[in-house]
């Protein structure tokens, strides 16, 4: 029996309370101009909204892969630096969405780490999927 996925559940959990602060975040906002649907052209009512979606685009399908990474091919200071990368970046951009000027150097690495993170562990998820067909006797 493997071992289960632990870097891949601390990660969830992290990202899950992040998500919960920027949900709260949302709340806050929409009971302080009481707007109850959509952002009622208020900016930053719209900006929460944004970083509150934003984190939530991408979290799911992070964690779904660091998890089968880490069920298919262990733990080890690759993964847990993917998982650290992927929290730094998203955590980057939510600053960066809490600007004043949007367009600035925290967001920016934000959305490069997400991508460098998310392109490696997708190369790295076909490269260890290839591998397996091997095993399997289907290579």
Request: charged letters at 15%; proline letters at 2%.
């Amino acid at each position: 029996m493997s071992s289960p996925p632990i870097y891949s559940t601390i990660t969830a959990g992290l990202l899950i309370l992040l998500q919960m602060l920027l949900l709260l975040d949302v709340v806050r906002m929409r009971w302080s101009v009481r707007q109850s649907l959509g952002d009622g052209g208020k900016k930053e009512l719209a900006t929460a909204i944004r970083r509150h979606g934003n984190l939530a685009e991408n979290a799911a399908i992070f964690i779904a892969c660091f998890t089968l990474l880490e069920l298919i091919d262990g733990r080890g200071a690759f993964l847990g630096a993917l998982c650290l990368g992927l929290l730094i970046g998203r955590a980057l951009h939510v600053i960066g969405l809490s600007m004043r000027r949007t367009v600035n150097p925290f967001r920016s690495a934000g959305v490069v780490m997400t991508v460098l993170v998310g392109v490696t562990l997708g190369l790295r998820l076909v490269q260890v999927g290839i591998a397996h067909l091997s095993v399997l006797g289907l290579r």
